[in-house]
């Protein structure tokens, strides 16, 4: 019942922008904070920001700092991450999900480059 819909994803040149989104359903979403996780062949999967139940709080990943940006919107039951500067190790599947449930989605691929 759980669903989490990720997209936006695709092929940018480094320096270029994309803009991800999760619809979200299936629990009370504005209760949950919300995370985006990435992962690239041959690694493991790493946190790259999350955002607090009513939005007041992000955080993010020493690597993406200054160039990401985490929001949600509540009404509409969507989290999303503006993603400037791309950088070829921004390269990665990602992933949205939220804390405290053990659920993934498919993810979307963001390929970076030139």
């Known amino acids: 019942q759980v669903q989490l819909v990720e997209s936006g994803g695709g092929l940018v040149q480094p320096g270029g922008s994309l803009r991800l989104s999760c619809a979200a359903s299936?629990?009370?979403?504005?209760?949950?904070?919300m995370r985006w996780y990435r992962q690239a062949p041959g690694k493991e999967r790493e946190l790259v920001a999350f955002?607090?139940?009513?939005?007041?709080?992000?955080n993010y990943a020493e690597a993406v700092k200054g160039r990401f940006t985490i929001s949600r919107d509540n009404g509409k039951n969507t989290v999303y991450l503006q993603m400037n500067t791309l950088k070829p190790e921004d390269t990665a599947q990602y992933y949205c999900?939220?804390?405290?449930?053990?659920?993934w989605g498919k993810g979307t691929l963001v390929t970076v480059s030139s």
């Open positions: 999900n939220a804390a405290g449930i053990d659920y």
């Open positions: 299936g629990f009370t979403f504005s209760k949950y904070t």
């Open positions: 955002i607090s139940s009513a939005g007041g709080s992000t």
